[in-house]
């Protein structure tokens, strides 16, 4: 079920309920104190007008002071919990992300586009730099004014009226244009991140772009797309627009009947002139009190439209883990059968296989045969459990694949498939993922893999950092390494796709002669178009 995105602010505000209500007690007591402004300067002119320096109006002065000061000391407490909030806010967004997003349904990945949904993180700086404005500057703002119409109802119960009428004004304009506002706020923002998934695209094939420097579909798919975000941007500016007027006309319609009305009770002697001053000073407060909620609606909608976006990562679905069984004693190797098993993808009206049955031997070492688009990648994943099988099972040790925990199941489990690559990061880091390996057998696989010459000769050694995805190192360096991160805990189970595609012919053979001999306790599931897999493997299913 998709949130609103007011639904979603409740949410998150619900999680810092203490704090926030400090803030709101701070913002209750600061608007009282503010109050004592327009009170003190009007006994300081009724002392004023007797013509006499008094005791009294020095302690009054001071006592103006004093709250002034209070009000400060007031707002940097609150300046305080608000920071302390928004460094909370970022913390937990960075840990939710980085355990969700590889956690994520296979079926809802397919959808998308991993590295650009990311870019909604930047949101939560929009949330740190609004929220201060919603939980400060918002409610002082509404609390001076229904404090300053409260007061002004003691100098006459007719601002009383003038008060209620206020706020019905404020709930109308905000109830016909804020959901058009939010509305419109959401779609520019969508085609921001349009754009900006356009540029990373750029990025990425900036050698296609360069050699065809003459095309220009580069600068037109830009324009286009800048061109729906400025239509949007316009449609929501409008907007912004439509309610600054109504709040400039409220504004004046605010000023006029305090002004009149407190003209007309002055005139009628039913308030004196140090009561209509401080009432003067009063009304002021409250229109720049309009005028603050006036310029923090945009924020509120921003708030709202990143918290939305943020959705749209914390929304997917995650891997289903119904097991609590444990993937253990391997060490003679593991049975696999396939159950007529059926699948295809959602966006697909065909059966990418249909009723596929097969039995794999512990130890066994498996070379899939069949033309592209018979299913191979496909039958990697779902044995990986990246996939479920529309229909059948997959057996691991005469127990369905679900039966075990997906933490379970995926240590015992290498795979390597067509994005599978390097992170930033050391060599060690990419190899290791923070498991406890003992170092006699990371430098046997390295061996057997042909790294250990060629991390010994780098400066920093194991050390060493990389880039993502490997960038500015052979292709062949980073395949070893991979391999090498599901070599180390010697897996059960050896899901590969295409391994070993950029690797030299001799250095090939002798790895995958270390793979598939026999006395390993893996069982080896292949794909790959280098016949010398199909040599060494002893058993062969055709799709």
């Known amino acids: 079920m998709t949130l609103s995105p007011l639904v979603r602010f409740w949410r998150l505000i619900n999680q810092y309920k203490k704090q926030i209500r ?58 305080r919990i608000v920071e302390d909030i928004q460094q909370d806010i970022f913390a937990k967004s960075a840990f939710e992300f980085a355990y969700r997003i590889p956690k994520i349904s296979r079926v809802n990945l397919d959808k998308v586009h991993a590295p650009e949904l990311v870019n909604r993180f930047f949101d939560i700086l929009t949330i740190q730099k609004g929220l201060p404005k919603i939980l400060i500057d918002f409610s002082l703002a509404a609390f001076q004014i229904i404090f300053g ?74 324009d286009n797309i800048n061109l729906q975000y400025l239509e949007n941007r316009e449609a929501h500016f409008n907007i912004l627009i439509k309610q600054f007027v109504l709040f400039i006309g409220f504004k004046v319609w605010v000023a006029a009947g305090l002004l009149v009305l407190g003209g007309i009770l002055v005139f009628n002697q039913q308030m004196n002139i140090g009561q209509f001053v401080a009432s003067e000073i009063i009304i002021i407060m409250i229109i720049n ?11 509120i909608y921003d708030v709202l439209t990143a918290l939305d976006k943020i959705g749209h990562v914390t929304d997917l679905e995650l891997d289903k883990d119904t097991g609590n069984g444990e993937l253990k004693d391997t060490a003679n190797g593991v049975t696999i059968e396939l159950v007529d098993i059926s699948f295809k993808y959602p966006n697909q009206d065909h059966y990418v296989f249909n009723g596929l049955s097969a039995k794999i031997k512990p130890k066994a070492k498996v070379w899939l045969k069949g033309n592209t688009g018979k299913g191979k990648s496909t ?98 360096t980073t395949q070893k390494i991979v391999l090498a991160r599901y070599l180390v805990n010697n897996p059960a189970i050896l899901l590969l796709e295409d391994p070993l595609q950029f690797i030299d012919e001799d250095e090939k053979k002798a790895i995958i002669d270390f793979i598939m001999d026999e006395n390993k306790p893996w069982t080896v599931i292949v794909v790959a178009d280098y016949l010398y897999w199909a040599n060494k493997a002893n058993q062969i299913i055709k799709l």
């Open 22 to 79: 400090l803030i709101y007690y701070y913002a209750i007591i600061s608007g009282v104190v503010n109050l004592s402004l327009p009170l003190g300067i009007q006994a300081i002119i009724n002392y004023l007008q007797t013509g006499e320096l008094t005791t009294s109006w020095i302690v009054l002065v001071v006592f103006v002071l004093i709250g002034i000061a209070i009000t400060g000391k007031i707002q940097i407490n609150q300046l």
């Open 149 to 222: 119409l409260i007061l002004l109802t003691f100098y006459s119960s007719y601002f009383i009226v003038l008060g209620i009428s206020l706020f019905l004004i404020i709930y109308l304009i905000f109830k016909f244009t804020g959901p058009k506002g939010l509305e419109t706020s959401i779609k520019e923002s969508k085609y921001k991140y349009k754009l900006a998934h356009w540029l990373e695209e750029i990025a990425s094939n900036t050698k296609t772009f360069k050699v065809l420097r003459k095309g220009n579909l580069h600068l037109q798919k830009t």
């Open 289 to 299: 009190s309009v005028e603050k909620i006036i310029r923090i609606v945009e924020t």
């Open 379 to 476: 039958l990697l994943n779902i044995l990986a459990r990246m996939h479920s099988p529309e229909k059948g099972s997959v057996l691991i040790n005469n127990r369905p694949s679900e039966y075990y925990s997906l933490d379970s199941f995926h240590e015992q489990i290498g795979y390597i498939g067509p994005n599978t690559g390097l992170f930033e990061g050391t060599i060690e880091e990419n190899i290791l993922i923070d498991r406890k390996v003992e170092s006699k057998e990371l430098d046997l696989i390295l061996e057997k893999l042909f790294l250990k010459e060629h991390i010994s000769k780098l400066k920093n050694g194991i050390k060493t950092k990389v880039d993502s995805r490997g960038r500015r190192m052979p292709k062949s």
